[in-house]
């Protein structure tokens, strides 16, 4: 647990936010306010970890408390008047917090128990700068490999698109090499790969892409340069900025691209910004509302609890079980296993109905409640945040001949960081993506390995 509280904190600051929320919303009920608390607990060890490691666990609890603490705080303290039906809260914020409090903190302690000092995400930086200098090709072969796989990803379906999805993320892995090993950054080299990021963020109206990578990218930054606390304070309030105006403008944006026809890029983004300003302005309380949608994963989490077991039974591990195959068998061994956003499933135990081609996801703490009910659905997120935390600790212990093996962690940990996903979308790309890299890394073993240590006279 020294990773939760013994690591270096500013608890004086920590204490003075805690006390201006608490003059600032002074109606706000103690549990919504506890639950804020810890998320800002959550967001403020990310931003203390940043310049040491790469922050897997940190973003899997921070995260994890947007969507579950954050966003249902926010709709049960005004922002739900302006929302109907099944996008509403569905239970009083009692009943909702009763479980979701002790189950996310129960995940966060999960991911720590066995922590030591960040195991498989501290990078050996001058172990990473030595194999760089000895493959110098080898990080422009990883960037190479990821535009293509990013191309041939579109021509097929089921497992073998997902193997070119995941080689289209060594683009940001061989930039990593790049930033980490390299005496100088690359510009070219990294506004290629961003551009492409940007671009396909764009053109698709899909922004979490770019905000994931522009984190993964920041750490290595902040990893090479040990920023000041000030210049990190900056890039972080900039973060912030950026990812509420995307949150803000890109229900509108959706709209223009998606269902309106324009083709997504610059053009369509100003052009969105401009009618946004001429309407109600880019930030207004209804705005707000639709956005805290795309972080309150608790309004589904509602849905299920109000749905099981009123009329559907706790699955008692049984849907879980249909999980784990979708997630870890290939579709040639179970031709009939579960589909990523199955809208059947999901409409089964969430009780919400929805439209088709629209995939939603239960996430796992809405899995936990769904199998075992409020005592064994907390129960079961510890063990979860056991698991991820085990499969770090695996990729610490195999660093140990190979030390870029840790700058693969954000490709692994890509889907897992999000609560909104469903759980066999989580499993079962930490499951590939982790086969995957083990495979690469055994039949290329001598060419990933770290040169021998110089024994001691």
């Not at 003059?23 to 706000?28: A, I, R």
């Amino acid at each position: 647990m020294h990773s939760l509280f013994k690591v270096h904190f500013n608890w004086g600051i920590y204490l003075i936010l805690g006390l201006l929320i608490r003059l600032v919303f002074p109606n706000l009920s103690w549990l919504c306010y506890f639950a804020v608390m810890i998320s800002l607990h959550q967001f403020m060890l990310l931003f203390y970890s940043i310049g040491h490691i790469i922050p897997v666990r940190y973003l899997l609890g921070s995260f994890m408390c947007l969507q579950m603490f954050i966003g249902p705080t926010l709709a049960y303290n005004g922002l739900d008047k302006f929302q109907r039906g099944y996008m509403k809260m569905q239970v009083p914020y009692q009943e909702y917090f009763a479980y979701v409090l002790p189950a996310v903190i129960l995940f966060i302690i999960g991911l720590h128990i066995r922590a030591g000092l960040m195991e498989g995400e501290y990078v050996e930086e001058e172990k990473v700068k030595k194999f760089v200098n000895k493959n110098p090709q080898l990080p422009y072969i990883f960037v190479g490999i990821g535009f293509v796989a990013s191309v041939a990803a579109s021509f097929f379906r089921s497992e073998l698109g997902f193997i070119f999805y995941l080689l289209s993320g060594f683009k940001f892995i061989g930039t990593f090499m790049i930033i980490l090993g390299s005496r100088n950054v690359k510009p070219i080299v990294l506004a290629a790969v961003y551009g492409s990021v940007i671009a396909t963020s764009l053109s698709r109206a899909m922004f979490h892409d770019l905000l994931t990578w522009v984190i993964f990218l920041g750490s290595v930054f902040a990893i090479k340069y040990k920023p000041r606390l000030e210049v990190k304070a900056m890039f972080a309030g900039a973060f912030v900025l950026l990812a509420v105006f995307i949150q803000m403008i890109k229900g509108d944006y959706r709209q223009a691209t998606w269902k309106e026809g324009e083709e997504g890029g610059i053009e369509a983004l100003q052009k969105t910004i401009e009618e946004g300003q001429e309407k109600k302005g880019i930030i207004n309380m209804e705005k707000l509302a639709v956005s805290n949608i795309r972080i309150n994963q608790g309004y589904i989490v509602t849905n299920i609890m109000k749905h099981v077991p009123a009329k559907e039974p706790h699955a008692n591990g049984q849907e879980l079980m249909v999980i784990m195959e979708a997630a870890i068998l290939p579709r040639i061994i179970a031709p009939n296993k579960l589909n990523a956003g199955d809208r059947e499933f999901f409409m089964k135990y969430s009780g919400m109905r929805i439209a088709r081609g629209t995939s939603m996801g239960l996430s796992s703490v809405g899995d936990g409640y769904i199998n075992f009910g409020t005592i064994g659905g907390a129960i079961f997120m510890l063990i979860y945040g056991m698991f991820f935390s085990e499969v770090l600790r695996l990729y610490k212990r195999f660093s140990k001949d190979f030390s870029i093996l840790i700058l693969f962690t954000p490709l692994v940990f890509y889907y897992p960081i999000r609560p909104d996903c469903e759980l066999q979308t989580i499993l079962g790309h930490l499951f590939k993506a982790s086969f995957l890299i083990i495979f690469i890394f055994q039949v290329w073993k001598y060419n990933f390995r770290d040169d021998p240590e110089p024994s001691a006279a």
